[in-house]
């Protein structure tokens, strides 16, 4: 029983750790234009690589 | 020539920034066709479109007043520009969008954490001591009840407004299941016992918000159409003072009786007549019809319409505000709220179902009393009746269907806005047709078969020196004839020399014919005048579709603002008899609004301005692509790839969305039938809430998932896009 003492923070962490990530990316507008980014990865940059 | 952009510049120090509402781009080719000419300007730091919301951001150093030179570059690209005025709708939706978001995250971290508890004391079963047991609920409590306070807030606020308002929907029996599951659960968790809800209360809330989140997606675009009209109106107009001399003003300072100077190229400020000047028109706002309208000193001009000719003077005659251009944008702002106002199946539901499953948990808990039950089995029992009956598999079911509804129409090249378009379309037993750009492709094409081929050549050699659509109607290959001394008559024809003849072309009158005659008219040398009629060609594609259509018992007819003989011919041509020709924007709108009021539901098809209101008023409308934007943001469905051969299997797709949303429904009445006599007669337990509720979820959602093989589409696939130079 004791394992639980540490198993359950160490999920409650993960979980958070998961919910920080997803907040930050719906803060930083990676949710704001979903139309335009599936679009925007397929254009060619058109720039020498050299 | 745009006046005005300046002055929604925000400068910072050197670097000026501006926010434009871009019409025009819809996929990646434009995106990157916009930014990419942009940032290729000088000094232009940052130019990011969003394609979601239409707008574009630009930054640059310099001047304010560079902004007009933006505007012409993406009109240059064949994109429309108009300042973006901040709007508070606007900003709520997106704030809306990312609440639902999170609160679904949110609800997603507590639902797995509070799973991995309740699943230990599941099985864990009766070797856990009761007070590992107590322990593993009270952390539970500690994460679900601030989490279901949060991420249930869309639908309390949702339930309480309805309550206010004397009515019930959808929310009020989740909000009460989930507020009873916590309630009961923290009671049994304070004595100790061992039924919680908590991991059901958390359940519901998230598959209800994904359910949310995908119909908050699908309504995204809405409500672009009323912006996009207001960036058509033109904001500055010249006004000659009483001496002769011009000065700018804003075109709300307009008064019926101010002369103003109307440059060639520009739009009408306001509705008037000509003062001074003759010019010809493009009307294609009022008219929906491509040819020039020639106006003389007396005829009437409307707002947002544009001179294409000489500038000419005009004198005012009503003030901006109730000018045509802001009279149709009130017509399908009006026609959005009336669309709004339509219930969805999901709330009508919802008010057929709240009052049975209440008097339901009132029974058990009454019932349980009579025979003998303690407080706590009957309260535990009446209220695994709300959980077990709350509407979760509906939440989550209707808007599956048309996600998958609506993906299914976009890889045929049919845009839905709505997932209540849908519903609304399923419903349509009369569709309306415009005819120019709609039955026919408003394009005009050239009767040449009078001609002889060598003359025909030289016509055609000619015409390619113009650019009014009648002479590109009869342009061909390259014909490697020689011509000189081109010229071109405004409003009259052309001449010229091909391979040393003398080439005329245009109206009657410029060919030496001495009366008015309809058509087109080419002379060479001296020979006599040949009449070439012109018109425009039906679309290859119509008699099949709206035969299909009549097969699918739906009536049809057209109204056009074209002239009474043209539409008799494609009514005709057609087989359609209820016709109407000569119909103003107003007209087209009583139209739909006399068939709504007899009870039929009408799904209005068109492509110009002048359909923009009846669009936004009927049940269900679609636009062309290739019309005008307006058109295409008044409506609730675009169909792209210059075709309307989509129509059946749209209705198709609808009717079909319907009918799995009503299986669905029928599903979930007998999941009902099931779940509640167990729960009545307390067979219930948590572990089987979470079961049943899950296996339902998965189950409508599945049910969902088979639109994917509805009707077979026979016409040609449309990609839906292409990556490189589109710029529809």
Known sequence: MSSLLWLIPIALCLGTGALGLFVWALRSGQFDDPDGDSQRMLNDDDFPLT | ?728
């Open chain 2, 1 to 728: 020539m745009r006046v005005g952009l300046a002055s929604f510049v925000h400068c910072k120090g050197e670097v000026a920034t501006l926010d434009l509402v871009v019409g025009g781009a819809r996929c990646g080719g434009c995106l990157a066709k916009i930014e990419n000419g942009l940032r290729a300007m000088p000094d232009v730091n940052a130019a990011r479109m969003n394609l979601s919301t239409a707008r574009l951001h630009l930054e640059w150093v310099g001047k304010p007043d560079r902004a007009d030179g933006f505007a012409s570059k993406l009109e240059e690209m064949g994109f429309s520009a108009g300042p973006y005025l901040p709007d508070d709708s606007e900003d709520q939706d997106k704030a809306q969008t990312r609440r639902l978001l999170l609160a679904m995250a949110v609800a997603a971290f507590g639902l797995m954490n509070v799973m991995i508890l309740s699943i230990a004391v599941w099985s864990g079963g009766d070797s856990m001591s009761s007070a590992t047991r107590s322990m593993m609920h009270w952390l539970s409590a500690a994460i679900a009840l601030p989490i279901a306070a949060y991420s249930g807030r869309p639908f309390f606020v949702s339930a309480w407004t309805a309550l206010r308002a004397k009515t019930t929907n959808m929310d009020v029996p989740i909000s009460l299941a989930i507020g009873l599951a916590c309630g009961l659960s923290v009671w049994e968790t304070w004595h100790g016992f061992e039924h919680t809800y908590f991991d059901a209360a958390l359940m519901l809330i998230f598959l209800l918000l994904v359910g949310r989140v995908l119909d908050a997606r699908l309504r995204a675009r809405t409500g672009m159409a009323a912006r996009q009209l207001a960036a058509l109106q033109v904001r500055d107009a010249r006004r000659e003072r009483t001496d002769g001399t011009l000065e700018t003003i804003p075109a709300t300072q307009i008064r019926p009786g101010d002369r103003l100077l109307v440059a060639s190229g520009e739009r009408i400020p306001v509705d008037g007549i000509v003062a001074r000047g003759e010019s010809r028109i493009d009307a294609a706002l009022v008219t929906g019809e491509t040819d020039l309208q020639a106006v003389v000193p007396g005829d009437s001009l409307y707002s947002g319409t544009i001179n294409r000719g000489a500038p000419m003077t005009m004198e005012a005659r009503k003030a901006s505000a109730d000018s045509l251009l802001a009279d149709i944008t009130a017509m399908v702002e009006a026609g959005q709220q009336t669309q709004a106002r339509y219930v969805r199946l999901a709330d009508r539901a919802a008010r057929a179902y709240v009052p049975i499953v209440h008097s339901l948990a009132l029974l058990t808990l009454v019932g349980w009393l009579l025979v003998g039950g303690t407080p706590r089995t009957a309260m535990l029992n009446a209220i695994a009746v709300l959980i077990i009956t709350c509407p979760c598999a509906l939440g989550l079911a209707v808007p599956a269907v048309q996600v998958v509804a609506v993906g299914r129409l976009f890889t045929k090249g049919i845009l839905v806005r709505s997932g209540d378009a849908l519903e609304r379309l399923a419903t349509v037993r009369h569709i309306v047709f415009d005819k120019t750009g709609t039955l026919t492709a408003g394009r005009m094409t050239a009767d040449v078969s009078a001609i002889p081929e060598s003359d025909l050549k030289k016509i055609a050699t000619l015409a390619s020196h113009s650019s009014h659509p009648m002479a590109q109607a009869l342009q061909s290959e390259d014909t490697g004839l020689a011509v000189d001394a081109v010229e071109e008559i405004d409003g009259m024809g052309l001449k010229g020399l091909v391979s040393g003849h003398r080439v005329m072309l245009g109206q009657a009158r410029f060919v030496g014919l001495g009366y008015d005659a309809p058509g087109l008219w080419a002379k060479v040398d001296d020979k006599a005048p040949i009449h070439i009629p012109i018109s425009d060609r039906l679309r290859p594609e119509a008699n099949a579709t709206l035969q299909a259509l009549s097969r699918r018992n739906i009536a049809l007819s057209i109204l056009s603002g074209d002239a009474a003989p043209t539409v008799e011919e494609v009514a005709t041509h057609l087989s359609i008899t209820d016709w109407t020709a000569r119909a103003t924007p107003a007209e087209k709108l009583e139209r739909i609004s006399a068939l709504q009021a007899s009870e039929i539901p009408v799904l209005m098809v068109g492509d110009g301005l002048n359909d923009a209101p009846a669009l936004a008023h009927a049940t269900a409308s679609a636009a062309l692509a290739s019309g005008t934007e307006i058109a295409r943001t008044a409506s609730d469905i675009v169909l792209k790839g210059e075709t309307i051969e989509g129509l059946p299997f749209m209705i198709d797709i609808a009717r079909a969305a319907r009918r799995r949303v009503t299986e669905n429904f029928a599903f979930a009445i007998g999941y009902n039938m099931l779940a509640v006599p167990l729960a009545v007669f307390g067979l219930v337990t948590p572990l089987v809430a979470a079961v049943a509720m899950s296996a339902s979820s998965l189950l409508v959602t599945l049910n969902a998932l088979r639109m994917r093989k509805v009707g077979a589409y026979d016409g040609p696939d449309h990609p839906g896009r292409t990556y490189k130079g589109e710029n529809k």
